[in-house]
């Protein structure tokens, strides 16, 4: 698929945020834990959501995608996802807690890299042995089994998401009480144990670096309204400042957005935020920044390529450091075919900031990066296509009509 955009267009109007996708698809995940009903609502439409359902199906569960709530029930009848859904996304691991603890053996290909990484799973491995597993590798999978799973003390060497989230998802259901130390702090963290406590789990602290989870015997139906999507609030943040438009941003939580608000205000940008939605006006001129990646309360790895294309063209020169991912600067390549002026060296990126980018014809390599080429697109003279921007649909949903709804001139091409 191909998007096209013919650049400098002004966003101006009202946006309205989609439900997390990360806070989606472990909360899809942890339904494996209850056999009765749950049901997830206002679920966006997106790439990534279809996957995580096959998956649920394939491990035996009954999934139905109505009007944008997600029906789940039954109980899982089988321990082996396949390599052809795992593979497509690397959330599939997040299968891996529930399922052990449900059925007390679990075989699951390793992920393996992507685009923006080695991303390894030791993490997640560490944490499920603390509780009693058994892993060994067999053929490039992961295999994983317990006769019970017991609460213990995790220490995480990294606040990795995903790894608080498996181990958080089969101590809900052990023997006793688990401790997850150094635990990430993520929104989408508070989210999940939220939507587990509906179930009827014993999960305190999520938010905070010790969250500790009191095993039960059993989870309940429940229904259930995950977060708004704090990236895509992001993006569409940096777009308007980018763009130098005028838009209203509803569905925000903008404590959760904080990072991202202060960087755009030191650029320059104006913003002002209500309760549930955020205004930004953006200015002619943007400053250059200091931008580092963190784990959350810092500066979100998930909005650091599209800064990179706002920060293309400030008056001088910006840093970026990716402290969170080892790879994570594919989108440079594009950026430079665009007319950007940007040196990446290891993990740090200097971004000379010219006077204006160029329409080119460029890849999405994974979601965020076609997110980053999307805005620098907005910003360029000319036309700019990018290709593979089926990334892209992953975990923006109805992207296009948003931004064409902004002003925005996008068209799509299959
Ligand atoms: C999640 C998000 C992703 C976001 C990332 C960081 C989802 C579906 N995805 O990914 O959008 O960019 O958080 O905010 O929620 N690590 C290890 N060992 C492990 C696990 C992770 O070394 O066992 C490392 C990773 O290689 C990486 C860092 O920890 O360098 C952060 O990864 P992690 O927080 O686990 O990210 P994900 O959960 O994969």
Redesign the pocket.
């Known amino acids: 698929m191909e998007l096209h955009i013919k650049g400098k267009a002004k966003l101006k109007g009202e946006v309205e945020i989609s439900t997390s996708?990360?806070s989606i698809?472990?909360i899809l995940v942890a339904s494996l834990l209850s056999d009765e009903e749950t049901i997830i609502n206002k679920v966006p439409i997106i790439k990534?959501v279809i996957i995580i359902n096959e998956v649920l199906k394939q491990l035996g569960l009954k999934v139905e995608f109505i009007n944008k709530q997600v029906i789940i029930s039954g109980s899982p009848q089988n321990n082996n996802p396949s390599y052809e859904l795992v593979r497509q996304m690397?959330?599939s691991f997040l299968v891996m807690g529930p399922l052990l603890a449900r059925r007390g053996k679990v075989r699951i290909s390793l992920p393996g890299g992507c685009a923006?990484?080695?991303?390894?799973?030791?993490?997640?491995?560490?944490g499920l042995q603390a509780l009693g597993a058994k892993i060994f590798l067999s053929s490039g999978d992961v295999v994983a089994s317990a006769r019970k799973l017991t609460g213990n003390h995790v220490y995480l060497?990294?606040?990795?998401?995903?790894?608080t989230?498996n181990i958080m998802m089969a101590a809900a259901v052990a023997e006793g009480t688990s401790y997850i130390e150094n635990a990430?702090l993520?929104p989408?963290i508070t989210d999940l144990a939220n939507f587990i406590n509906s179930m009827g789990g014993k999960i305190a602290g999520a938010g905070t670096n010790v969250i500790r989870i009191r095993g039960v015997k059993k989870l309940l139906g429940t229904s259930y309204t995950p977060i708004p999507d704090r990236?895509e609030a992001g993006t569409y943040m940096v777009a308007a400042a980018a763009t130098g438009g005028e838009i209203t941003i509803n569905n925000v939580i903008p404590e959760q957005v904080k990072a991202i608000t202060a960087k755009l205000q030191e650029s320059g940008t104006q913003i002002h935020e209500n309760d549930n939605n955020i205004k930004i006006i953006g200015q002619d001129t943007i400053k250059p920044l200091y931008v580092k990646t963190l784990?959350?309360p810092g500066f979100?790895?998930?909005m650091q390529a599209q800064f990179m294309s706002y920060l293309s063209c400030a008056e001088g020169s910006s840093v970026i450091t990716e402290s969170?991912?080892?790879n994570r600067f594919m989108h440079v390549q594009e950026l430079l075919r665009m007319g950007a002026k940007i040196k990446a060296e290891g993990r740090t990126a200097v971004i000379k900031g010219c006077s204006e980018l160029t329409g080119a014809r460029v890849k999405a390599t994974d979601l965020r990066a076609g997110a980053a080429l999307l805005i620098a697109g907005m910003m360029a003279r000319g036309t700019t296509v990018i290709t593979e921007s089926e990334h892209i649909d992953r975990g923006y949903e109805n992207i296009v009509q948003k931004l064409t709804g902004l002003g925005a001139k996008i068209q799509k091409y299959n």
């Open positions: 996708k990360n698809l472990p990534d690397r959330a923006i990484g080695t991303r390894p799973i030791d993490l997640h491995l560490k060497d990294f606040p990795s998401v995903g790894a989230e990430a993520e989408e990236i784990p959350y979100p790895t998930d969170v991912f080892e």
